[in-house]
């Protein structure tokens, strides 16, 4: 396996990872590789299903997607394992080639996918299924079968947790330089203070009182 595609599969996997944890109708079932090139997913996005000439709601969808030995220079083999009726989607394939490119992240395109599955996005001019086109055409009205905005910025909640995970005041927040009380209290300058009997012990604003424990423990003993 060449070192691009190994950077690459890995790269996708860390933001699948992280688009699961943070999306609400993205679930997964399960991957294959090390690291992945095949993943199983649920999505959770409002569409259509035919059944015999009457066209149900769905909720819940199985995709697949297969990563294949040209990827990313070739696009991803995508395709839902349960019935969709959709301009762009056929039981062997979901058509995204009109759109791919190598510098398009796997996160995205799942998000894409979904927002297919809404008919926020489709194309009746190149259709997989001429049926479903037709339906569009004819039915303009009652699309997006889900308004749900299904794009978010992974990156965004990333860079968020980054900063979440700094060092705080443990009384005000701040991520300011830190020190600890003699109870162990992280805290900033601003909640840290001498202790009023020795003055030389930090007290903490957290622990309620202004002495510290060693004068407090003194006190008791005398």
């Not at 830190?178 to 300058?189: E, Q, R, T, Y």
């Amino acid at each position: 396996m060449s070192s691009i595609r190994l950077t690459r599969l890995q790269s996708d996997y860390e933001a699948v990872r992280r688009l699961v944890h943070r999306h609400s109708k993205i679930e997964t079932e399960g991957v294959s590789g090390n690291p992945p090139d095949v993943y199983r997913l649920f999505l959770l996005v409002r569409s259509l299903q035919q059944r015999g000439d009457e066209l149900l709601f769905v909720d819940r969808h199985r995709l697949e997607i297969k990563l294949p030995r040209g990827y990313p220079r070739d696009a991803p083999v995508c395709r839902l394992l349960t019935p969709v009726f959709h301009p762009n989607i056929a039981p062997h394939a979901v058509c995204i080639t009109d759109h791919w490119t190598a510098a398009e992240s796997l996160d995205n395109l799942i998000m894409r996918i979904c927002e297919m599955l809404a008919f926020q996005n489709y194309n009746i001019k190149s259709p997989l299924n001429g049926d479903a086109a037709r339906w569009v055409e004819e039915h303009l009205d009652q699309i997006p079968t889900d308004k749900e905005e299904f794009f978010l910025d992974v990156d965004h909640f990333s860079a968020a947790e980054s900063r979440n995970s700094e060092p705080a005041c443990a009384n005000c927040g701040s991520l300011s330089s830190l020190n600890l009380c003699d109870a162990g209290h992280a805290l900033c300058a601003d909640c840290l203070i001498d202790c009023e009997k020795c003055q030389t012990t930090a007290a903490c604003l957290l622990c309620g009182t202004l002495v510290c424990s060693q004068c407090i423990q003194s006190a008791r003993t005398e």
